[in-house]
């Protein structure tokens, strides 16, 4: 695929989509194209966190080990961003990321990232909307699951 | 060690010291056999003395003496020589007394000079024996700069003093008074005057000297200070540089060499003052013979022949008596060196030799258990690091040491290691006091890592096998011309008071390593490497080398012979495109187009570098295929893509990591270019445009830089230029391009270049990683692995392991360890530096491996991460110094105290 391609992909990331192609071409071109196999991992929790992906084609499981073994918490569409939280927090790997389809992916190295956040505000200010959504569907996510544990005490 | 230099010659080369007197006295007979000659053969056969009738003859030789009691005896009667026989019997004789005269010299010399040097080695090796054998505090407050001055410069000047320390006295001594004997002969009175004049010398000159000593002294201290300090510049570069202090450090060096210009040059002024003295006092005796001795002799009381003898006598007594005062001075300079060096030498509670004594023979293990009683452990200041804690370690369990950073544990695990002695308490074993026993003993049962490893200049399989080192198990096979030299080694060593030990013997003890010689000692080193996870990193450093076939026979072909392997391997595993091979008909699209083209490794000044753009056989193949016109297209495509990206941004900005075939300062420079060639093509482009151009699409990799450049017929036209580069090179070019060659090993080329023959494709991204997990299990199978890690062991790891990452030292630090068979394993935060989940496999799979071949060691682990404490028998919990909690891990969370709190922070 060439640079250009890749920027008509990137464009329909809502994420970039207020961004003027040039831009989209220099982040394109900096970023490197990967490709994954079905089942593979873009990385797992726990490593430290190097890089942002934003999935230009396929799908992606986002799992959570736990003591019964890993546990599926979301998945991850077409033209979305994952891995960012790592790189934003400086902290390891929240979740491990696995692929269900053979998957197209830009890999934006994290002070590329970085250096985006700040050149571009309205990336910055997609980011916090991509994140604050998440925040709101996992606390809301959060405050079913404690009802459901009230009834299951309460039962006992 | 003796206080004086002069006891501290002659307690050790006594012997030596009196020979060469004997040796000396001996050579005055023809010295002084020499003086009288020419008196003779002027006076005789020349002159006529004794020849009064022609043909007369006398006798030559001589030899009788006259002894008391026996009266004459005549050993030789001479033979009777005409006047000319005589004269050339006298100079043969002359000759042969100067031939005499200078082998004595040569042999006193020679001599006096091993005599030096024997003594040299001597101070020096008892110095560096007393430096292994200081109290581990003592290390805290010397520089090893300055030391190490010491022993190799400011004893220097010893060697050259120890043959003159008592010969040159005597000699001299002898000398002068014999020539003041003379001078007491002639008359009484004058003799007196010269006796007075050398008594004042010698009281005054080195009265003089005194404040010389002093500013001796002032300058061998601030000249090892001096040493200190650039060391300390040396290893604090890091610290210099981030904190821009790199002027308070010229300022500090420009003082300190003022410091010592000044102490230097006033020791000139003094010393040359001293001489002028000296001098003066000399000439002064002469002067009052001359002016009293003359008044005398005009006043009839002193017969002028004698006074005539007086001033002749007298021209011999100066010379020794110089010489004799600058021997005194070198004396007290030396000896001034000398008491400097040994103060700094002289450490209270150095450890016992008997300690230290090698053991050659299996030492004996330590079977009982290590306890600490009543310890109490203080740093430097007197706080109390450790309060009165007594615990037991017995063999085969496994501890957990557990506790904030100034809890204590840490300490009390230095001091099982004797690293820190005890303020008060003692650790022992078995009621042995573990300071007590033999280091053959404690240092090979205990083995000890913490997070600062030191590592020694040399191979990384040098320092694994570091601690193996303890005494020299198989002795070097010496033949011929070696075993003469390993001879005189030993009884050279002990003249000097050297060990003998011999280094190239075989001193790893492979026993201790779990194996039995050096051919199986792989197996074991490789599972150690695997446990601590650094046997990736060494198949990497091997991997990233250049080697050599030549010294590495049969390796070559076994790597040549992995490419079809590895190959059939990827197909298996799907991972076909994981890696694009160089195949000799084929453009590689995940290389480089000047890779295609050259389709080999310069080597030679004909084509490396930029040499290639002006080689003028490229050149012509090149233009004769048009290729550079298409080329000159795809650069100036290139250009204008790059410059489309990159104009904008500042020259700093950290996406010019990725344009690979430019750096940030070339975009102007290409921005002005593509404006000059707007329009234009190839052919209006003078010649350095078009390198400039041209030069570009060298570097560009289609699946990388994706600017759709290469077509599927001028890849085909690539390799087709190739071919043609190729088949039509002159010979003499040949040696300076290794061609890409399926079937032959790169030289050149690093030994995973070799392996994978081609390019890791860009689309996968931990493609590089996959890559070496296949090829280290496919070199395990295919019987390479051992040979490849040892050309990794082969990496010299710099000053201080400095060429190693951090991470890379701690682990080396701890497979260092767990190399030896023990039964003490005390580990004290060997590991700081890992993530959490890295510490957890290694710890676990330390502990697995230490219980290997049914061993059962104790092992003794202060954790940084508490959480892992439920992994040993028994956990001990430190708080400020003190033993706060002890006792298994299900019962100390049931405990709900320190350790429950520890554990959830």
């Known amino acids: 695929m060439l640079l250009k391609d890749e920027v008509q992909m990137l464009r329909r990331v809502p994420l970039f989509s207020n961004v003027e192609p040039g831009k989209l071409k220099l982040l394109a071109f900096t970023s490197d194209r990967v490709s994954y196999d079905p089942g593979e991992a873009l990385f797992h929790q726990g490593d430290t966190g190097d890089a942002a992906y934003v999935v230009l084609a396929g799908k992606a499981d986002i799992l959570v080990d736990s003591s019964t073994g890993p546990i599926k918490i979301a998945e991850v569409e077409t033209n979305s961003i994952v891995g960012e939280i790592a790189i934003l927090c400086d902290v390891s790997r929240t979740a491990t990321v696995q692929t269900t389809t053979p998957l197209e992916a830009l890999r934006i190295r994290k002070e590329h990232f970085l250096k985006l956040l700040t050149d571009f505000p309205e990336i910055t200010i997609e980011i916090m909307r991509v994140l604050a959504d998440r925040l709101s569907h996992t606390t809301s996510e959060l405050s079913e699951a404690r009802s459901r544990a009230r009834k299951d005490t309460d039962l006992h | ?905």
């Not at chain 2, 009052?288 to 011999?316: E, H, P, T």
């Not at chain 2, 306890?371 to 007594?390: F, Q, T, Y």
């Open chain 2, 1 to 905: 060690m003796e206080k004086s230099i002069a006891r501290y010659i002659w307690t050790h080369t006594r012997g030596q010291q009196l020979w060469i007197l004997l040796v000396v006295a001996v050579s005055m007979i023809p010295y002084f056999l020499s003086f009288d000659l020419p008196k003779q053969i002027v006076n005789g056969p020349i002159q006529g003395q004794g020849f009064d009738q022609p043909g007369a003859t006398q006798t030559f030789m001589n030899i009788s003496f006259n002894l008391p009691w026996l009266g004459t005896v005549t050993l030789f009667d001479g033979v009777e020589l005409t006047r000319m026989q005589t004269l050339f019997a006298l100079s043969m004789v002359f000759l042969l007394l100067v031939i005499i005269n200078g082998l004595f010299k040569f042999y006193i010399n020679t001599y006096k000079g091993r005599l030096g040097e024997r003594l040299l080695r001597r101070i020096r090796f008892e110095l560096v024996d007393r430096i292994l054998r200081f109290p581990p505090g003592q290390f805290k407050r010397m520089k090893g700069a300055e030391v190490s001055s010491m022993v190799k410069d400011e004893v220097e000047p010893l060697g050259g003093f120890t043959g003159d320390a008592f010969v040159q006295p005597a000699l001299l001594g002898g000398q002068a008074l014999t020539a003041l004997f003379f001078i007491f002969m002639q008359n009484t009175w004058l003799g007196l005057i010269a006796a007075v004049m050398v008594g004042v010398q010698a009281v005054i000159i080195p009265r003089m000297r005194r404040r010389l000593l002093v500013l001796g002294r002032e300058r061998q201290i601030t000249a090892r200070e001096l040493a200190g300090r650039v060391s300390e510049i040396v290893d604090g570069i890091g610290t210099i540089h981030a904190y821009d202090t790199s002027n308070y450090e010229r300022a500090d060096i420009a003082s300190r060499l003022g410091r010592i210009f000044k102490i230097r040059y006033d020791l000139y002024q003094w010393k040359f003052l001293v001489k002028f003295i000296n001098n003066f006092l000399a000439q002064l005796t002469p002067f009052l013979f001359y002016c009293i001795g003359g008044y005398l002799a005009l006043q009839g009381r002193l017969d002028i022949g004698q006074l005539i003898a007086v001033i002749s006598a007298y021209k011999d007594l100066p010379g020794p008596l110089k010489d004799l005062i600058d021997w005194d001075q070198t004396r007290q300079d030396v000896q001034v060196k000398y008491v400097q060096v040994v103060e700094q030498f002289s450490v209270d509670k150095t450890i016992d030799p008997a300690i230290q004594a090698i053991a050659i023979k299996d030492a004996g293990s330590l079977k009982h258990p290590l306890a600490a009683v009543n310890l109490s452990l203080a740093d430097d200041s007197g706080a109390k690091l450790l309060e009165r804690v007594s615990v037991q370690i017995h063999p085969g369990e496994t501890v957990a040491i557990v506790g904030g950073a100034a809890g204590g544990g840490d300490m009390l695990a230095e001091a099982f290691a004797r690293l820190t002695w005890p303020e008060s308490g003692k650790v022992t074993a078995g009621g042995d006091d573990l300071l007590e026993l033999p280091e053959s003993v404690t240092g090979r049962a205990i083995s000890y890592v913490s997070s600062d490893a030191y590592f020694f200049y040399g191979s990384l399989r040098d320092n694994l096998l570091y601690g193996l080192k303890h005494a020299p198990l198989k002795e070097a096979v010496y033949e011929g011309s070696g075993a003469a030299h390993r001879k005189w080694q030993i009884a050279e060593a002990k003249l000097a008071g050297n060990p003998d030990y011999d280094v190239n013997s075989d001193w790893i003890d492979y026993d201790a390593a779990n194996a039995t010689n050096r051919d199986d000692l792989f197996t074991p080193v490789l599972s150690v490497l695997d446990t601590v996870q650094l046997s990736k990193d060494i198949l990497d450093l091997a991997l990233r080398s250049t080697v050599s076939p030549n010294e590495h026979p049969g390796l070559a072909e076994g790597i040549v012979e992995m490419r079809h392997a590895l190959r059939e391997e990827l197909e298996e595993a799907g991972l076909s495109s994981l890696v694009v091979s160089f195949e000799p008909g084929a453009y590689n699209t995940e290389a480089t187009v000047g890779e295609n083209l050259l389709f080999g490794t310069a080597t030679g000044p004909a084509f490396i570098g930029k040499a290639i753009g002006k080689n003028a056989y490229f050149r012509s193949v090149v233009g004769r295929s048009g290729l550079d016109r298409v080329l000159f297209d795809m650069g100036y495509s290139i250009a204008e893509n790059a410059v489309e990206l990159f104009a904008d941004l500042p020259p700093d900005h950290p996406f010019f990591q990725q344009l690979t075939f430019m750096t940030a300062d070339d975009i102007p420079e290409y921005q002005l270019l593509l404006q000059k060639l707007k329009g234009k093509g190839f052919d209006a482009a003078s010649e350095d445009d078009r390198g400039q151009i041209i030069r570009l699409s060298f570097r560009y990799v289609e699946p990388r830089h994706r600017f759709g450049l290469l077509t599927s017929e001028l890849m085909a036209k690539i390799v087709d230029v190739r071919r043609q580069f190729h088949d039509g090179m002159p010979e003499s070019m040949r040696g300076d391009i290794e061609r890409y060659d399926p079937e032959h090993y790169l030289a050149s080329a690093s030994l995973m270049d070799n392996i994978l023959f081609g390019r890791i494709s860009h689309k996968h991204t931990d493609g590089s990683k996959r890559i070496r997990s296949i090829v280290s299990s496919l070199l395990n199978s295919l019987g390479l692995l051992e040979r490849v890690i040892d050309i990794g062991l082969d990496f010299n790891l710099g000053a201080g392991g400095k060429r190693l990452t951090a991470v890379q030292r701690q682990k080396l630090n701890l497979a260092r360890a767990l190399v030896r068979k023990s039964e003490y394993y005390i580990f004290n935060r060997p590991l700081p530096g890992l993530d959490h989940r890295l510490q957890d496999e290694i710890v676990r799979d330390v502990l697995k491996l230490v219980r290997r071949d049914g061993r059962d060691p104790a092992v003794v682990w202060v954790l940084s991460n508490t959480g892992l404490a439920n992994l040993f028998d028994r956990v001990l919990v430190f708080d400020r110094g003190l033993l706060v909690e002890e006792g298994t891990h299900a019962a100390l969370v049931e405990n709900n105290g320190i350790f429950k709190e520890l554990v959830s922070s």
